[in-house]
Antibody, heavy 118, light 109 residues
Framework: QVQLQESGPGLVKPSETLSLTCTVS????????WGWIRQPPGKGLAYIGHIFHSGSTFYNPSLRSRVALSVDTSKHQFSLTMHSVAAADTAIYYC????????????WGRGTLVTVSS | EIVMTQSPATLSVSPGERATLSCRAS??????LAWYQHKPGQAPRLLIYGASTRATAIPARFSGSGSGTEFTLTISSLQSEDFAVYYCQQYNNWPSLYTFGQGTKLEIK
């Protein structure tokens, strides 16, 4: 069964860089797009961006200036980097798989909490 | 940006009863609409895509309907494991911005 697992620091200081990685336990990595979504405490889900195995990306316009996604196909991993974080970036960060059959998120990770605090 | 609005914010229903959740889009998304179930500490789970197609292994008591701007998720006979937060999400005009509703919390009455 395919699984997605987020990893990275749980605490980041304001103005610094948040870095998360999602590891996919499947051989079909190159058949899908891969995305990031976050959920601030007490709030709903918000889309961050997605990436294809070729490296092509799409970002939420509200975050584009601070976010970069990358992919390592050989490791079945994709990563999120967010610069100049602030308290408002405190959230549970989820990675998810996007099926090209319909472009919805058909599989999600359990999420990882990132707190921005000094 | 397409804004998704879910109602109600909280829905209290007794086990065995029917639950009806609504989702409205600020502009037409055709049938490019998905529903997800989310329990605390767990990965969100895809329930419905294409507005009305159940995802793999989703029980038949879950059904979706609608097109354009108005959508409904119906759970015909609530089981204890169905109490969770439900989100709708539009994916129209991919790869444009995906947007989610703010969620409906389905709680035990």
């Amino acid at each position: 069964q395919v699984q997605l697992q987020e990893s990275g620091p749980g605490l980041v200081k304001p103005s610094e860089t948040l870095s998360l990685t999602c590891t996919v336990s499947a051989d079909s990595f190159s058949s899908y797009y891969w995305g990031w979504i976050r959920q601030p405490p007490g709030k709903g889900l918000a889309y961050i961006g997605h990436i294809f195995h070729s490296g092509s990306t799409f970002y939420n316009p509200s975050l584009r200036s601070r976010v970069a996604l990358s992919v390592d196909t050989s490791k079945h991993q994709f990563s999120l980097t967010m610069h100049s974080v602030a308290a408002a970036d405190t959230a549970i960060y989820y990675c998810a798989r996007i099926t090209p059959l319909g472009w919805y998120f058909d599989l999600w990770g359990r999420g990882t909490l990132v707190t921005v605090s000094s | 940006e397409i804004v998704m609005t879910q109602s109600p914010a909280t829905l209290s229903v007794s086990p065995g009863e029917r639950a009806t959740l609504s989702c409205r889009a600020s502009q037409s998304v055709s049938t490019n609409l998905a529903w997800y179930q989310h329990k605390p500490g767990q990965a969100p789970r895809l329930l419905i895509y294409g507005a009305s197609t159940r995802a793999t292994a989703i029980p038949a008591r879950f059904s979706g309907s609608g097109s354009g701007t108005e959508f409904t998720l119906t759970i015909s006979s609530l089981q204890s494991e169905d109490f969770a937060v439900y989100y709708c999400q539009q994916y129209n005009n991919w790869p444009s911005l995906y947007t989610f509703g703010q969620g409906t919390k389905l709680e035990i009455k």
